[in-house]
Nanobody, 121 residues
Framework: VQLQACGGGLVQAGGSLRLSCAVS????????MGWFRQAPGKDREFVAAIRWTGGRTNYADSVKGRFIISRDNAKNTLYLQMNSLKSEDTAVYYC???????????????WGQGTKVTVSS
């Protein structure tokens, strides 16, 4: 399974970005998917997750109400719409897939390479 994230960049505080994650080599429509991020000097942290059906989502408190995770199973693609961005959202963002079938929406076993988001204040 390969995951390719893109869409990062430089944006001013208050702006928006949409990240995408294209998945190949597996059965995307059966995987729970997630987004994580790692800021400089900090540990990787959970951002959001979505059930394989798209019918359930979870968010970190720090992004709830600002970020929206979604998926298009026909396109094998995961998205993260990021609105009202803050300087503290600056990080490398990683997409992840749970191919195990555990369905915890917290444990993931395949990871993309990351896309960098920089929010200027």
């Amino acid at each position: 399974v390969q995951l390719q994230a893109c869409g990062g960049g430089l944006v001013q505080a208050g702006g928006s970005l949409r990240l995408s994650c294209a998945v190949s080599g597996g059965t995307f429509s059966s995987y729970d998917m997630g987004w994580f991020r790692q800021a400089p000097g900090k540990d990787r942290e959970f951002v959001a997750a979505i059930r394989w059906t798209g019918g359930r989502t979870n968010y970190a408190d720090s992004v709830k109400g600002r970020f929206i995770i979604s998926r298009d199973n026909a396109k094998n693609t995961l998205y993260l719409q990021m609105n009202s961005l803050k300087s503290e959202d600056t990080a490398v963002y990683y997409c992840a897939a749970d191919t195990s079938g555990r369905r915890t929406m917290r444990g993931f076993d395949y990871w993309g390479q990351g896309t960098k988001v920089t929010v200027s204040s």
